[in-house]
């Protein structure tokens, strides 16, 4: 599992380590923290969901996903 999820909202797609309410999306018109250090709504359509990915949210999640995959692998 990554720390983190994808939350299309403000025209991008970004990523964050907030917790989902239920389910897994976030719902729309929930205030979300991203990776990117924005506060954002997300917005759950289908649409959203084709948006670009923020590339700031991009290099976060990409980092965040490494120290995961090290530490499963039991790497320091
Ligand atoms: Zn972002």
Same mark, same amino acid.
């Given at each position: ?5 994808? #939350?299309?909202?403000? $025209? ?13 999306a976030y719902p729309s018109g929930m205030r979300v923290?991203t990776l990117c250090r924005q506060e954002v709504v997300?917005? @759950?359509?289908?649409? @959203?969901?084709?948006? $670009?990915? /923020?590339?700031? /949210?991009? $290099?976060?999640?990409?980092?965040? @996903?490494?120290? @995961? ?5 039991? #790497?320091?």
């Amino acid at each position: 599992m990554h720390p983190f999820h994808w #939350v299309p909202a403000d $025209g991008k797609r970004h990523a964050s380590r907030d917790k989902r309410p239920w389910g897994s999306a976030y719902p729309s018109g929930m205030r979300v923290n991203t990776l990117c250090r924005q506060e954002v709504v997300a917005e @759950a359509t289908a649409q @959203a969901w084709l948006w $670009g990915t /923020c590339l700031d /949210c991009n $290099g976060e999640a990409h980092k965040l @996903a490494e120290t @995961a995959r090290q530490k499963s692998a039991g #790497v320091r």
